[in-house]
């Protein structure tokens, strides 16, 4: 029973995780893209379209990388080419997503999905408890953990990471060292355009294998709400997508066992424990200040 | 080939005018290739889209009744923006609005009295308003980024009416439908014109807009949201407070949204319903940019937005293309508003491969 209610959590968290991770690339480069949610459900109407018609999820899964890093492209363009503002093109990329992926994937409501199968590690699985719960997961989760280890490693211990913190700092110097600014921007939007997809995937193979129009329900938001808690450091991240994870699990449960409390107060926890967390995150003025990329959400055109 | 910004010495007035029309016509480009990709006639499909749904007049009432909300919500919205306030939340405040203007209707259906329908307008206004302050509060109290904030409200918000809806507030003789009893003909906001279903929420739209307008032109408030929008710092020089700011355009834009909710349950709907929006809240942030944030301006760009939802409607009936599409054209029409903007501030250079970077003036 416990245990199967913990893969239910790691099934619930990993999207957040996944997306919040690719967002936090691109915050640190000091690109705010308020778009995850739309390149999340890009990446899951792409990831059932090519499950269906090759039958592998895994080609699924990088159809939903691939869409979510195409679409985010767009996002690029108009914020570092043509230096729109990055709140209002992020908002429009949640509208066109939204409808977009609504228009690709209408032929595929009530379409039956293929379900992306766990990969049982050998021996590991064999530890009591632990070993069914971390080591039988499918290639997301793995993934999702790799992440987590390799952005720390690349933020914190690479040269290319400590190019885009300092862009993300100040893009005036950076620019001024010789750094191509806008050129690692385009990256990091895109790698974070990836993982949304990647988490939009999840959603459409692991999490429900089905597509339903809509069907990320705001997690896109939570993602980017994820990366504020996390003070933009990946392992932080991580405790804060399985918070949520739990809490989503936690009101599906209560409104399986039927506690008499309305079913709508419960499906809205996640959103109010996302306001509460927030609070107690932003209320010192002077942390936020010191762990904010000062870049943040700031246009930037080169001087020549 | 490459792209290149030049800040133009001061903002283009030829393309403050031209850039949303530049945008439009671009939208239609493209919807005319979405159309062919559907393997619909493009003219055709275009034509039915956005033309047959103006040519009869029981359509331009309908017209009216969906640019009210849009009008409405994004004149509220231009403020906020303006003063770099970003409330994404209006469906939520729409719906609160909704939901509290119809508090005496539903509570007292044998109340029939001429005061019934200003009473619950302003009931609408105050539940839209308080609901706003929510991230305003935060935001000025706990420096909570509003974004998020008020966007998680609107899930609760919505949650919170389907929950009196189905519960609390249905109507017991209604055959378990989730809907409240009828409102009483004095709680329901008249037509404006014998001819049509049009109601008054089109009028208080459009005063909203011309009073929002004088404000932002001719008041100091106006003023002080723009110095604060421009730059919180010179806006601490000039006296004005960015906190009680926070305050004035998220209470503005939420009283706004409140109205457009309670108008539009009132004047349209006659009862209250889990679903009351096709998602005015989130369109009238594209008719906020349509209409470059000017109050005017957005009220021509509401009867745009509002034409794509009546062409959704029309289209899915004569040559049965999905009424998604709408959404498409609604996405696609902000992306090129956005793009189209540069110009009034830059000057685009193309700049082919090998060819040298420009070269440096005096």
Not at chain 2, 39 to 56: H, Q, R, W
Not at chain 2, 202 to 226: H, N, T
């Amino acid at each position: 029973m416990f245990e199967a209610i913990l893969l239910t959590v790691i099934t619930a968290s990993t999207p957040l995780v996944v997306a919040a991770l690719g967002e936090l690339v691109a915050e640190r480069s000091g690109v705010l893209n308020l778009g995850v949610e739309g390149m999340m459900i890009m990446g899951a109407v792409f990831a059932f379209a090519a499950t269906r018609y090759t039958g592998s999820p895994y080609i699924g899964i990088l159809a939903g990388i691939a869409g979510g890093a195409l679409f985010s492209l767009l996002f690029g363009f108009l914020t570092l080419t043509l230096v729109a503002n990055q709140v209002a093109t992020g908002l429009a990329l949640t509208i066109l997503g939204l409808g977009l992926s609504g228009q690709i994937g209408e032929s595929f409501v009530g379409q039956p999905g293929i379900k992306l199968q766990p990969i049982v590690i050998p021996l590991l699985s064999e530890i009591p408890f632990l070993g069914k719960v971390l080591f039988s997961q499918d290639l997301i989760f793995y993934l999702s953990i790799a992440l987590i280890i390799g952005i720390h490693w690349f933020l914190f211990r690479s040269r290319a990471g400590l190019k885009l913190r300092a862009i993300g700092d100040n893009h005036g110097s950076a620019h001024a060292l010789g750094i191509h600014v806008i050129r690692m921007r385009y990256l990091a939007v895109m790698f974070g355009g990836a993982c949304a997809g990647l988490a939009g995937a999840q959603l459409s193979l692991v999490y429900t294998p089905q597509w339903v129009e809509n069907m990320s329900a705001g997690r896109g938001w939570i993602a980017l709400a994820l990366v504020v808690f996390a003070s933009w450091r990946p392992w932080r991240v991580l405790a804060g997508g399985y918070l949520f994870g739990t809490v989503t699990i936690g009101q599906l449960h209560a409104q399986a066992f039927g506690i008499g409390v309305p079913t709508q107060l419960l499906s809205a926890l996640p959103y109010a424990a996302t306001i509460v967390v927030l609070i107690i995150i932003s209320h010192n003025r002077r942390t936020t200040l010191i762990n904010t990329p000062a870049s943040l959400g700031k246009p930037f055109v080169p001087d020549r | 080939m490459r792209i290149e910004l030049e800040k133009r010495p001061r903002i283009s007035g030829l393309f403050s005018i031209l850039s949303p029309l530049l945008a439009l016509a671009l939208t239609l480009v493209f919807g005319a290739i979405m159309f062919s990709l559907l393997g619909k006639d493009p003219i055709d499909a275009l034509y039915s889209f956005f033309v047959e749904s103006l040519l009869e007049v029981w359509s331009l009432h309908e017209l009216a009744i969906k640019a009210a909300p849009l009008i409405l919500i994004a004149v509220g919205l231009s403020v906020c923006f303006r003063s770099n306030n970003w409330n994404i939340g209006a469906e939520g405040q729409f719906t609160m609005g909704a939901i509290a203007g119809s508090i005496l209707p539903v509570m007292n259906p044998e109340w029939h009295s001429p005061m019934i329908l200003p009473l619950m307008l302003v009931m609408g206004m105050i539940g839209g308003a308080l609901y706003a302050g929510i991230p305003a509060l935060l935001k000025t109290r706990f420096n909570t980024n509003e974004i998020l904030t008020s966007l998680m409200l609107v899930y609760i918000a919505q949650l919170y009416l389907d929950w009196l809806t189905r519960g609390p507030w249905r109507d017991p003789q209604g055959y378990n439908f989730p809907q409240t009893k009828a409102f009483v003909t004095e709680a329901v906001l008249p037509e404006i014109l014998a001819s049509g279903r049009a109601h008054w929420a089109f009028i208080f739209a459009i005063v909203a807009a011309i009073a929002v307008w004088f404000m932002m032109r001719f008041m100091l408030k106006g003023f002080e949201v723009s110095v604060l929008g421009q730059s919180e710092r010179a806006g601490r020089f000039a006296g004005f407070s960015a906190r009680r700011m926070v305050w004035f355009s998220m209470l503005l834009s939420g009283a706004l949204a409140g109205l457009a909710g309670i108008s539009e349950v009132s004047g349209s709907i006659g009862h209250l319903q889990p679903i009351i929006s096709p998602g005015y809240g989130f369109t009238a942030i594209i008719v906020a940019f349509l209409g470059r944030l000017n109050p005017l301006g957005i009220i021509a760009a509401g009867l745009v937005l509002a034409l794509t939802y009546l062409g959704g409607e029309a289209a899915q009936l004569s040559i049965g293309i999905s009424d998604k599409v709408a959404r498409v054209f609604q996405g696609l029409l902000l992306f090129f508003v956005l793009s189209c903007d540069t110009l009034i501030h830059y000057r685009i250079r193309l700049i082919f491969a090998g060819a040298k970077p420009a070269e440096a003036r005096g």
